[in-house]
Nanobody, 116 residues
């Protein structure tokens, strides 16, 4: 299983970015797909996750500003980020937790920098 994240970049405060994550390989259900981020000197934290049953959970700091979605095949996942703040600056990772075989997969990360 491989995950390829893309779409990061430099954006001004209040701007928007859309991240994409393409998943290849065999993913079983049930599973949880999600976006996580890690800022310098901080632990990796949840941004948002979505289960194979379509239940979503957002981190408190992004609720109402970020939106997760998937294409119809559930092989590509998106993160629409609006009203970006400097504290959103981090490396963003997409991840998949295959609950059937208990494997966790990670993409390579994409840098998001929000300038004030």
């Amino acid at each position: 299983v491989q995950l390829q994240a893309s779409g990061g970049g430099l954006v001004q405060v209040g701007g928007s970015l859309r991240l994409s994550c393409a998943v290849s390989g065999n993913i079983f259900s049930p599973n949880v797909m999600g976006w996580y981020r890690q800022a310098p000197g901080k632990k990796r934290e949840l941004v948002v996750r979505i289960t194979s049953g379509e239940t979503t959970t957002y981190g408190d700091s992004v609720e109402g500003r970020f939106t997760i979605s998937r294409d119809s095949t559930k092989r590509t996942m998106y993160l629409q980020m609006n009203s970006l703040k400097p504290e959103d600056t981090a490396v963003y990772y997409c991840g998949v937790h295959d609950l059937k075989i208990q494997n966790q997969y990670w993409g390579q990360g994409t840098q998001v920098t929000v300038s004030s």
